[in-house]
DNA sequence: CGGAATGATTACAA
DNA sequence: TTGTAATCATTCCG
């Protein structure tokens, strides 16, 4: 600021101005539009400011402040400024919401990163994984932990970072504005131009922000990705999972499609997420489809398997909506066949009708070896 | 190691 | 929204 200072009254004070020039605006028009002024002299000048010591500045700029000429100059100053002002403006003067940073604020929106309070900060995770996955639910938590954890510390940064740099921006800003309303009374600064001042310094900082942002976009998504990966890390379900999806599944082969409340249940009984029951479902429904023969042996062991747990528990009648309810003590292997022919018939989808497929019987199927997740 | 099994994801339709 | 079909990516197993 001192230099500056001592710079501006400086400057104010060249030109080679007599005083008596000084009293007249044209006159000083006329000087400042003889460009043959000499520059070496102009220049050292300058060079003597800064050897200036800071009292002899002060004393200099009041000199000239308390100048009996001074208020002739400013006007001519004014005057000048106006014109070169007005050509400067309109050139810059728009400038559009950068596309590129309002689709980083979207997505750091969208990650719950930049979105709503603190507070809310692991409802916002949540809702990011949520987003991230785009698939429904997979809502099981524990590996989920790790994910909220890291994009909260992003988080953390990134707010701590953003809060620095408008501090930062705020104080600087403050700065040059102060420093302009005391130029003002040196050098005619219109309020239009602080306020041009304190938008270019701001988008300034809007360009480090930018920076901050992406590099906080690339962090979410190298995090995303890892998450995403891990997610793809999959496990097999144990052992009792899958008899318990299979039971259902044979004993329901006539209309293989479990209701929320039975997913809901069937993901409790099997420690499973509901979406995973449902993905277990689907891929079952189309793998049975595809290849009926191969599933046959499963079938008719699982049709056995709920009929002797059946006749073990005798006649458990009224069974809410448990999976593996057996119609009866007695399920035979044809009945398995039955359903299956019955699903493929029932079903709406664009069966071709190979029933008699049922009957080939196929490689069996290995039970899979149980394998504890966390 | 290679292929089968299998859970998850994606695109699409109703 | 839910289900299907295709596909991906990983795990399992001979």
Redesign the pocket.
């Known amino acids: 600021m001192d230099d500056q200072t001592r710079m501006l009254a400086g400057l104010a004070g060249l030109g080679g101005l007599s005083q008596g020039d000084v009293g007249d605006p044209d006159s000083v028009r006329k000087q400042l539009g003889q460009p043959q002024q000499d520059i070496g002299d102009i220049l050292q000048q300058i060079m003597a400011i800064t050897d200036e010591s800071l009292d002899e500045a002060q004393a200099r700029k009041h000199a000239l402040n308390c100048h009996r000429m001074k208020p002739a100059l400013f006007s001519v100053l004014c005057e000048i400024k106006e014109k070169t002002v007005l050509s400067i403006r309109g050139i810059q003067d728009e400038d559009p919401p950068d596309p590129q940073i309002m689709r980083l604020d979207n997505m750091l929106l969208a990650e719950g990163v930049s979105g709503p309070e603190k507070g809310g900060g692991s409802a916002a995770a949540a809702a990011a994984a949520a987003a991230a ?4 639910g ?1 809502d099981g938590g524990v590996e989920h932990s790790d994910y909220r954890a890291k994009l909260a510390q992003i988080r953390q940064i990134y707010h701590s970072e953003l809060e620095k740099y408008e501090q930062a921006c705020s104080e600087f800003t403050n700065h040059v504005m102060n420093l302009l309303r005391e130029q003002s009374r040196t050098r005619p600064i219109s309020p239009k131009e602080i306020e041009r001042m304190v938008a270019i310094i701001h988008r300034k900082f809007s360009s480090i922000q930018m920076q901050l942002k992406q590099s906080t976009c690339e962090a979410v998504m190298i995090l995303r990705s890892r998450f995403l ?1 891990a ?7 144990n052992k009792q999972a ?1 008899e318990v999806l299979n039971e259902y599944f044979y004993s329901h082969l006539s209309n293989p ?1 479990p209701s ?1 409340e039975a997913k809901e249940e069937l993901a409790k009984k099997c420690a499973i997420t509901v979406s ?1 029951v ?3 479902f ?2 079952k ?2 793998r049975y ?1 595809k290849n009926i023969g ?1 599933f046959q042996e499963e079938a008719n062991l699982y049709a056995v398997k709920t009929a002797v747990d059946a006749a073990s528990v005798s006649a458990q009648a009224s069974q809410a909506n448990s999976p593996a309810t057996p119609n009866s003590g007695s399920y035979s292997l044809s009945h398995a066949g039955d359903a299956a022919a019955a699903y493929l018939g029932l ?1 709406p ?2 069966l071709n009708g190979d029933g008699e497929a049922v009957l080939n019987i196929a ?1 069996s ?5 149980g ?1 504890e997740d966390l």
């Open positions: 996955g785009g698939s429904p997979a990966d997610r793809r890390k999959r496990r097999n379900f899958t499609y929320e995973q449902s993905n277990w689907g891929n429904r189309i489809k191969k079903h989808s664009n490689p199927l290995q039970p899979q070896v394998t």
